[in-house]
């Protein structure tokens, strides 16, 4: 909801919910800073000092206030902020980074043991932190940590595709699809055929091949009309994937479940996901049960320099 706020100077601004820091003219030093590196243009240099002359701009990034030398930038709930300095030389090395990144894999053999409630709590936490489009801080989570849950989510999603594969089967139902999907989707599904049936077959053994008896699954949505959900999404779930290897779990992100969830109204109504919202990232977690020993083989980055 729009209000007006009167700024120091007298001036006013609209506003729209939104909580613009404010500056203790006594500690500002004048170092322009918080003008730099604020991305909204809400600060401005007046008599050097720094001024909020565009408080209803303001996205609440906290960039001002984390800059600044002296704590000159005041923002109402941001004290957490000031509870924890960053320091250059506690960055963790590049070699820490790369090794990370190397024991990160995809895991598809979990142990029965449930995951700690502190333990899941600390990985969404990690989420929050990663960047999302003009902070909007859109992304919500959904944590399946139920056995039953997590098995009717399964059979919900392997009845979905059961119906998909099933139109592949006419040449009627692959025009449906062709129009629904797009011709490539129908090839790749066509030809992933045999590799479901023979999946299908381990699931009514007792096997689960697509959440491998993982005993928790997470997923992120949110609205689906701002182009920048599908990335804060996908980013903020791999920050958690991070956070989880640290505590010596693993993950296995899931595209299936993510476009099941988008294509069926039965699924995505039974996670309580707004209709006005997509999923766009899901990932199985738990402790593994075989240990890698060597590192995942990539090919190189195809990357074109200008």
């Known amino acids: 909801m729009w209000k007006r706020r009167k700024l120091e100077g007298g001036t006013d601004s609209l506003e729209t919910g939104k909580n613009p820091p404010e500056v203790v003219e006594s500690k500002c030093d004048g170092c322009e800073l918080c003008v730099t590196t604020c991305p909204s243009f809400v600060l401005e240099m007046s008599n050097q000092k720094a001024k909020v002359v565009r408080g209803g701009w303001c996205i609440e990034c906290g960039h001002c206030g984390a800059v600044c030398p002296t704590e000159a930038i005041y923002r109402e709930e941001a004290s957490s902020e000031k509870e924890f300095r960053l320091q250059a030389s506690a960055a963790p090395s590049p070699e820490m980074m790369q090794r990370l990144f190397l024991e990160r894999r995809s895991l598809r053999v979990y142990k029965k043991d449930p995951v700690a ?5 600390r990985i969404v936490d990690a989420g929050k932190y990663a960047p999302t489009g003009s902070n909007s801080q859109s992304v919500h989570y959904i944590l399946l940590t139920s056995p039953e849950k997590v ?3 399964r059979d919900m999603t392997i009845s ?3 119906k998909i594969f099933s139109y592949l089967k ?8 062709s129009w629904m999907a797009g011709s490539k989707t129908v090839e790749y599904l066509r030809e992933s055929l045999p590799k479901f049936a023979y999946a299908y077959e381990k699931i009514r053994e007792g096997g689960d091949r697509l959440f491998y008896h993982a005993p928790v699954v997470i997923l992120t949505h949110a609205e689906s009309w701002d182009s920048s959900s599908p990335f804060n999404c996908s980013v903020a779930l791999y920050q958690c994937s991070l956070m989880a290897q640290s505590l010596g779990l693993g993950c296995c992100f899931n595209g299936l479940l993510v476009n099941a969830v988008n294509h069926n109204r039965r699924i995505k109504g039974w996670l309580g996901i707004p209709v006005d919202h997509a999923c766009y990232a899901a990932m199985t977690l738990g402790y593994p049960e075989v240990q890698y020993q060597r590192p995942v083989n990539r090919k190189p980055p195809k990357a074109t320099w200008r």
Not at 170 to 177: M, P, V
């Open 170 to 177: 006419s040449w009627f139902g692959k025009l449906i699809l």
């Open 151 to 153: 098995t009717q989510l």
């Open 117 to 121: 409630e502190t333990a899941l709590k």
């Open 160 to 162: 979905f595709y059961d």
